[in-house]
């Protein structure tokens, strides 16, 4: 049954990684095992999307236990196309990390710790997804907490202690709420299951709904980094190695998106909260971007652009109708990847360049003309140029907020144009900079040697795999079409979830 596929995103990482940590002396078996693992969960994400846009929703009751007692994971066409992205980022980040050399691998990514922790944040984020009930979700996110950790203290250097540090106090603060939380919703309602809490909060009082809901979006909203529980991630994000960051650009935050997805679909469908969530996504977008623009380093300024352009999916959330939620579904997917590509991509511009400060580079398009594709091509379509996917999923955006005809959804509307005009200015500042212009002088060794004869050699594998994610951005943009078609599909679920779980058509 098609059923029996859902723990196995979560399962098979989790064996795979036990099993690299048993044969930690030998480092190839631990590849060959960690990309079997991942490839596995990519296989699998792709035919429980195609069957959850075949069939409806996929339900499994884990050990057969009853709903109050066992763990139920869900997949439908959001979760199912989530799981399915998420899994090849992963997947093609794993690779990009295997191409740097030993000492490099010894130092930023030793594969003794790297490859078991990677496969724990990759079924961490797959539970995420596929979950049906709060506490499981809350697993989830603690899974992500001490996988990150360590991730993002790998090579144990002082800047990388102090973002560790931020990162675990943030997120230990965010998991105490959100255990208090759920003893909240399971004292007022008698259940965790996101079904049963479905049906059940429409039984509460007005206030004791709105405290519930204020408490899940402020849990949510520090792990999406929204404005203005966003400060934390520019100065968590940079100091870590390329294959880290660019993981979790691509997926922590997107977790968090998930679960406000979830939270303002399925259990507060009715809310009154809609307007502050959407004066929320203003901010989100227009303080990051103003962040971005003021940067001279890259990897901060990509981390800003990462917080602004979350403004932009908790708008469609905001809106809350099948335009706006397909298109922050829409625009989610397109994010993680590109993203992901572009962190992947500043990994290798520190490498040829010896720096990711604007202050140091230039000259790159010479010293590597595939390096500057390789960076122009995801810049442009965060930055929504027409017809990459950005510019879809920004268009679908603005269009649903314009239908709706509110004073406050067009200021918005204003904002987010505004925001991807700074984007494409920031990016325009890093082209021209680090690639367009000659080498700054006083840059050491430089100035009086051949753009070729400046930084280090990139391997072969590592432009490949950065590319292959970069090339994944043009598909999504080549799909565009059908994929936001499948999105529609997927807002429909949410939006019809509250009343095919009262008459029972799903199981809850």
Known sequence: MIENLLPLPVLIPIAAAGLTLAVGRRPTIQRIVSVLALSCVVAIAAVLMWQADLRGPIVLHLGNWPDQLGIVMVADRMSALMLLVSGIVAWVVLLFSMGQDLQERRRETPISIFHPTFLVLSAGVSNAF??????????????????????LTLGGTGDRIRAGITYVVVSMISSMIFLVTIACVYAATGTVMLAELAVRLRDLAPEVQTVLHLLLLVVFGIKAAVFPMSAWLPDSYPTAPAPVTAVFAGLLTKV????IIRTETVLFPDSHLGTPLMVVALFTMVVGILGAVAQS???RMLSFTLVSHIGYMIFGIALGSQAGLAGAIFYTAHHITIQSALFLVVGLIERRGGSTSLNQLGGLAAMSPILGVLFFVPAMNLAGIPPLSGFIGKLALLEAGVATGGVLEIVVVVGALATSLLTLLAMAKVWNRAFWRGVPDGVAGSPDQTPRARGRAMPRSMVVTAGLLVAMGLVLSLVGGPLYDYTVRAADDLLSMRYLLAQGVIPR
């Open 130 to 151: 596929l979950t049906g009930d709060l506490f499981n979700l809350f697993v989830s996110f603690e899974m992500l907490l001490f996988a990150s950790y360590v991730l």
């Open 256 to 259: 968090g998106v998930y679960a």
């Open 297 to 299: 380093e890259i990897k």
